[in-house]
């Protein structure tokens, strides 16, 4: 099982959108629609933002938002806040009861 | 209210075992929907799953950890324990656990609840 590849760093100013890709293969987030997405502050525990592509846990801003084409999921952020500064990750369903995190974005508010 | 608590050595030796616990409170581990799985982040890195347990004992582990790690749990306890044998210094992490819970599909499940964490060394 190989990292879902993420990019390293993304940024927006405030009230901009951003997004996030998360890319895997065939073999995991190509053949499922079971991402999730966690973000996580410094220091702090990740906590769930998106399940199964685009649902959103009660609780969390409508300003997340979460898609799928092909092998490439991705997390869009709406009306960038400075409290969105955080680190990001994907994770999919891997076939055989397993799974597998992306590599991490970590996202700045200039 | 839903927690989960990681507990275990801060500093083990290479070679040794390590043996982590997660109590989990406000779930039972009985629960058909649910289970707990155990997720690591070397400082500055990146998450990675590790294994997972659910309630009817179904166990999962990572393909390239998987001679290493056994996960068990106590239902009547509320205790989830991972032991991970032969530590490497490589293994320096924080070591999480998080409820699973299952979504709308086969094969659906999220981690929608996490410890704090616990950071473990692996250090002579």
């Known amino acids: 099982q190989s990292a879902l590849t993420q990019p390293a760093s993304v940024s927006g100013s405030p009230g901009q959108s951003i997004t996030i890709s998360c890319t895997g293969t065939s073999s995991d987030l190509g053949s499922y629609n079971l991402v999730s997405w966690y973000h996580q502050h410094p220091a702090k525990a990740p906590k769930l933002l998106i399940y199964e592509g685009n649902k959103r846990p009660s609780g969390v801003s409508n300003r997340f938002s979460g898609s799928k084409s092909g092998n490439t999921a991705s997390l869009t952020i709406s009306g960038l806040q400075a409290e969105d500064e955080a680190d990001y990750y994907c994770c999919s369903y891997a076939g055989s009861s397993t799974y597998v995190f992306g590599t991490g974005t970590k996202v700045t508010v200039l | 209210q839903v927690t989960l608590k990681e507990s275990g050595p801060v500093l083990v030796k290479p070679t040794e075992t390590l043996t982590l616990t997660c109590t989990v409170s406000g779930f039972s581990l009985s629960n058909a929907r649910m289970g707990v799985a155990w997720i690591r982040q070397p400082p500055g890195k990146a998450l990675e799953w590790l294994a997972h347990i659910f309630s009817g004992d179904e166990k999962s582990y990572s393909t390239s950890l998987k001679t290493r790690l056994t996960i068990s749990k106590d239902t009547s306890k509320s205790h989830v324990v991972l032991t991970m044998t032969d530590m490497d210094p490589v293994d320096t992490a924080t070591y999480y656990c998080?409820?699973?819970?299952?979504?709308?599909?086969?094969?659906?499940?999220?981690?929608?609840?996490w410890g704090q964490g616990t950071l473990v060394t692996v250090s002579s």
């Open positions: 998080a409820r699973m819970t299952t979504g709308s599909y086969v094969n659906s499940y999220y981690f929608d609840s």
